[in-house]
Antibody, heavy 115, light 106 residues
Framework: QVQLVQSGAEVKKPGASMKVSCKAS????????IQWFRQAPGQGLQWMGW????????NYAQKFQGRVTMTGETSITTAYMELDSLRSDDTAVYYC????????WGQGTLVTVSS | DIQISQSPSSLSASVGDRVTITCRASHGITIYLAWFQQKPGKAPRCLIY???SLESGVPSRFSGSGYGTDFTLTISSLQPEDFATYYCQQYISYPITFGQGTRLDI
């Protein structure tokens, strides 16, 4: 069955970087964009951008331009999202998602930014 | 950006009730709307995509309708496991945007 399995929770200091991985299985990795979202505590869902596993292309939300990098390794059907210059308000659960209707979601990765 | 207005923001209901949640898009999105259920500490789960297509494994008491700017999620007979937060999402254009969520409580 379709699965997106993300890396585990992280605690980071302000100013540091984070990198979350998303391992895909059960569907053709190059067939759909890998989308990234985040959800701050008690808040709604926010789109961060997409990575195209077919050609390595990306599209980032304006809010994260210059701070986010989305990549992938097709040989191991894994996508990555790296966010730099972390601040306390980057504390959130980060999700990868895919599928024609963005209907397949990973389990989420909690990243806590705290000094 | 396409704005999505979702209502109500919260709803109290009982097991067996019929419940309706609505979303209105600021621009026409044809059928590019999905509905998600989220329980505390869990990832969103897709219930409906393409406005009215039921995701595999989702009970038939969930249904979606609408086209263009106005959409509805209906739960025909609430079950205990349905108490959660529901979000609609448009995916016709970027940035992908969501409604503010509807918290469904007992």
């Amino acid at each position: 069955q379709v699965q997106l399995v993300q890396s585990g929770a992280e605690v980071k200091k302000p100013g540091a970087s984070m990198k979350v991985s998303c391992k895909a299985s059960g569907f053709t990795f190059t067939g759909f964009y890998i989308q990234w979202f985040r959800q701050a505590p008690g808040q709604g869902l926010q789109w961060m951008g997409w990575f195209n596993p077919n050609d390595g292309g990306t599209n980032y939300a304006q809010k994260f331009q210059g701070r986010v990098t989305m990549t992938g390794e097709t040989s191991i059907t894994t996508a990555y999202m790296e966010l730099d210059s972390l601040r306390s308000d980057d504390t959130a659960v980060y999700y990868c998602a895919s599928g024609g209707a963005v209907n397949y979601w990973g389990q989420g990765t909690l990243v806590t930014v705290s000094s | 950006d396409i704005q999505i207005s979702q209502s109500p923001s919260s709803l109290s209901a009982s097991v067996g009730d019929r419940v309706t949640i609505t979303c209105r898009a600021s621009h026409g999105i044809t059928i590019y709307l999905a509905w998600f259920q989220q329980k505390p500490g869990k990832a969103p789960r897709c219930l409906i995509y393409g406005a009215s297509s039921l995701e595999s494994g989702v009970p038939s008491r969930f249904s979606g309708s609408g086209y263009g700017t106005d959409f509805t999620l209906t739960i025909s007979s609430l079950q205990p496991e349905d108490f959660a937060t529901y979000y609609c999402q448009q995916y016709i254009s970027y940035p992908i945007t969501f409604g503010q969520g509807t918290r469904l409580d007992i």
